[in-house]
Nanobody, 119 residues
Framework: QVQVVESGGGLVQAGGSLRLSCVAS????????MGWYRQVPGRQREWVAT???????SYADSVKGRFTISRDNAKNTMYLQMNSLKPEDTFVYYC?????????????WGQGTQVTVSA
């Protein structure tokens, strides 16, 4: 079993910054791609950014140039540095981790962390 926990959300003024963290814990697994998604209640969860096991990154157009995804493989941890935040970045942010357990791949989600950007 793999546990995924996000942290780092909060309330920030427009133009400010926050850094989200996501830690995967457990045993017997290796992490493949990791990603961030965001959602408001009643709406579809949207993709924010992905980082592969090799460190390649990709971003949604809405956050490109403002957000930076990174990972520390030794710590099974992923980060999302969010700069120049806008009120429209207000969402619950979720971490997604794809892991290999034996010959199969599984996807795990964290519980989410709230980010609120005030005007």
């Amino acid at each position: 079993q793999v546990q995924v926990v996000e942290s780092g959300g909060g309330l920030v003024q427009a133009g400010g910054s926050l850094r989200l963290s996501c830690v995967a814990s457990g045993s017997g697994f290796s992490i493949n791609a990791m990603g961030w998604y965001r959602q408001v209640p009643g709406r579809q969860r949207e993709w924010v950014a992905t980082i592969t096991s090799g460190g390649s990154t990709s971003y949604a157009d809405s956050v490109k140039g403002r957000f930076t995804i990174s990972r520390d493989n030794a710590k099974n941890t992923m980060y999302l540095q969010m700069n120049s935040l806008k009120p429209e970045d207000t969402f619950v942010y979720y971490c997604n981790v794809r892991v290999s357990l034996g010959v199969r791949e599984y996807s795990y989600w964290g519980q989410g962390t709230q980010v609120t950007v005030s005007a």
